[in-house]
């Protein structure tokens, strides 16, 4: 039986496919937003897909079924989802484009990081809470700037929630990049001792 603080090299397992569905979706947010016209419904599926990022994890520790690739794979849907989110709705300009930018130089930042750290022999990282969190936060302020740009009648509440979790969001996220570097650091001597 798989504890908490131990990985498996399964790959079909209930949380993975979960997070296969999420990362799915993803198209469909495209196809909603530019295809259909309809930020609303866009809007609605991506908060959907934010909010439902907990499931995984829950699963894989609940079910035991916690993997290698569940690890590997869900901070990677949550990043996918969330440059995609980033990009179609600055395009659309639902949110201002400072703000997509802040965000995009985070997100360049630590992706380009953590590659160069696997390049150099690092162990993997985990996603931190504070990392999770900014996300979390982020993944409700985009759909919410688009919710805000949609014919109905909640648009002006729906553009201050979006500051009310991006503000934070935003702080949060480059507070967790910051949190990384000692664990990068430690990371990087750990793996080049295991591969010596």
Known sequence: MT?????????VTIPNFV????????PWFVWL???????????FLLAGL???DWIDGYLARHLNQISSVGKLLDPTTDRIMLLV???SIAKDGSVPIWFAAVVLAREAVVSL?????????ARR???TWWGKTGTFFLMFSFPLFLASHANWALADPSRVLAWLCGIPGVAIAYYAAAGYIPIAREALVEGRAARG
């Open 3 to 11: 504890s908490e603080d131990e990985s498996t090299d399964r790959i």
């Open 19 to 26: 997070t296969l569905v999420r990362l799915a979706c993803v």
């Open 33 to 43: 937003l530019f295809a259909n016209e309809n930020r609303l419904g866009a809007a």
């Open 50 to 52: 934010g909010a439902t």
């Open 85 to 87: 989110a980033v990009f």
């Open 113 to 121: 990081i953590a590659l160069g750290l696997g390049a150099m022999g």
């Open 125 to 127: 990282i985990d996603v």
